[in-house]
């Protein structure tokens, strides 16, 4: 297996998959592609769209960035008033072409194709029983499962059958789904990944659009007009909208990770500004964990928000003490003689003025393995930090996921592992404070939502099937 990949506090381990869905649109793929620009910050490793016009569907999908996929002429080669669009982060051991989605298949319910964010629990089950019974799997994400079990279904009708996959499957899906002259979406019953429903007023009528996040509505002036709902199939078609639940809606497990790290601050996920909770995370952290210090400095981009809130409620002034660089491929040549943390100064570089003889409050959204923050604040101290207080806008991550997020086992997570002190030692801060519980939930639970705690407390809101596997593969979508 090739070896895990470091991730840095900007490219931490918590990306994930975007979804976008569109129905009734003349130029449905082009605004796919746009759409999944905007969620381009959920996945870089692939990104593929699959659209109808129709009577036929067409596909294409490729590794790397979406722009760079989707030109002119790929984009002439998929017409259609329907499309939709993924765009992929993979693990380890699973970053591969045949991995990219959509999945697009002919069966005996036609043409179809699929794309899908989260992580099914019992993948691995299904998977074994469907091979037992000569089905033939060409990748190693779940989301094939999923375009197996809906080609397979006794079912007539497309919708059915998926209807009857869905209630086979278990964990976390949003998923998007496109037959020849429509498109089905739905959510998971406990509702643990954001799909938001989004409408576009056309001179021929409505169309409507469907993305993991409202950002890919703002950039093609779609209006947001609700969410699917946790255990709900919506289905847009020749006869408009129409909405059923497929099964009875569960408790509640939002992920809190969107709002804490996942999703673009000027979104709107699980019906609450992104912007509003990450502040509200800064401000309460600052109440709970003060000190007197001289600047607040986040660690770009996802640091932002927690510290302009940090800011605010201790009146610290906020400054840009570090400076990311957005250019940075995914692969660079380093000098044959070895610089010290080369990866974070390829990415991450010091305003030395604004550090230089200062006790800074350095605000990020989460410590994972540790070793990025250890290199972050010797960076600090090295551009002349007096003092460096590291502050985190969350709980210590202490359990894996396996809804949909690439957290390492247990014992590679440093908070299940050393105390707090003893993390404060290793990344090198002069002191180290986390956001508590009770006030990251009073940061997103205001509205009445409930949320997915599991990877601070080890308290799964589902039954875990086949973890033995799901941690030996690491398979997700």
């Known amino acids: 297996m090739p070896e895990r990949r470091e991730h840095s506090a900007w490219d931490k381990l918590h990306e994930e998959c975007g979804i976008f869905a569109i129905y009734g649109h003349p130029e449905a793929a082009k605004l796919a592609h746009l759409g999944l620009h905007a969620l381009q910050h959920r996945g870089q490793e692939s990104a593929g769209i699959a659209s109808s016009d129709g009577s036929m569907v067409y596909c294409h999908k490729d590794m790397g960035h979406v722009t760079d996929i989707f030109t002119a002429d790929v984009l002439a080669r998929l017409p259609g008033h329907i499309a939709i669009g993924h765009t992929r982060y993979s693990t380890a051991g699973d970053t591969a072409l045949l991995n990219a989605q ?12 699929v794309a899908h964010n989260g ?12 091979e037992k019974t000569g089905s033939i799997f060409q990748a190693t994400s779940d989301t094939e499962v999923i375009l197996h079990l809906v080609a397979r279904s006794a079912e007539r009708t497309i919708s059915g059958a998926l209807r009857e996959a869905l209630l086979m499957i278990d964990g976390a899906f949003s998923l998007v789904f496109l037959a020849q002259d429509r498109i089905i979406v739905a959510r998971d019953p406990h509702g643990f990944r954001p799909l938001a429903i989004g409408r576009m007023n056309l001179r021929s009528g409505p169309a409507y659009v469907f993305a993991s996040e409202t950002c890919a509505f703002d950039l093609i002036d779609a209006s947001h007009i609700g969410d699917v709902e946790p255990g709900e199939m919506v289905i847009a ?33 699980f019906g609450r500004s992104v912007q509003f909770s990450r502040e509200r995370m800064g401000r309460l952290l600052a109440t709970e964990k003060p000190v007197d210090a001289d600047v607040v400095v986040p660690i770009p981009d996802s640091g932002v928000a927690a510290a302009l809130g940090y800011s605010s409620a201790s009146g610290i002034p906020f400054r840009h003490g570090l400076i990311r660089n957005h ?3 995914r692969t660079f040549i380093e000098p044959s003689q070895a610089i010290r943390d080369f990866g974070v100064r390829l990415k991450l570089n010091p305003v030395r003025e604004i550090l230089r003889g200062k006790s800074v409050v350095l605000v990020d959204d989460s410590i994972v393995r540790g070793t990025t923050s250890q290199k972050i604040v010797r960076m600090v101290r090295n551009a002349g930090a007096r003092e460096v207080h590291l502050r985190i806008s969350c709980p210590p991550t202490m359990s894996p996921c396996y809804y949909g997020v690439d957290t390492p086992t247990k014992r590679e997570l440093i908070a299940a592992n050393q105390s707090i002190e003893e993390i404060r030692q290793f990344v090198g801060a002069d002191t180290l404070a986390y956001l508590s519980l009770e006030n990251l939930m009073k940061s997103v639970e205001d509205d009445g ?20 596997e799901l941690l030996a593969s690491r398979v997700r979508s």
């Open 119 to 130: 992580n099914l629990t019992n993948a691995p089950d299904l998977r074994r029983q469907l």
């Open 327 to 329: 250019y940075v491929g």
């Open 102 to 113: 959509p999945f697009s298949v002919a069966c005996s319910k036609g043409r179809v194709a």
């Open 237 to 269: 078609g020749p006869n408009g909208l129409e909405r059923e639940f497929f099964t009875v809606p569960q408790r509640r497990a939002q992920c809190v990770f969107e709002h804490v790290y996942f999703s673009r601050p000027d979104s709107i996920v």
């Open 449 to 468: 939502q409930s949320y997915c705690y599991a990877c601070y407390t080890g308290r799964y809101p589902t039954d875990i099937v086949s973890v033995e």
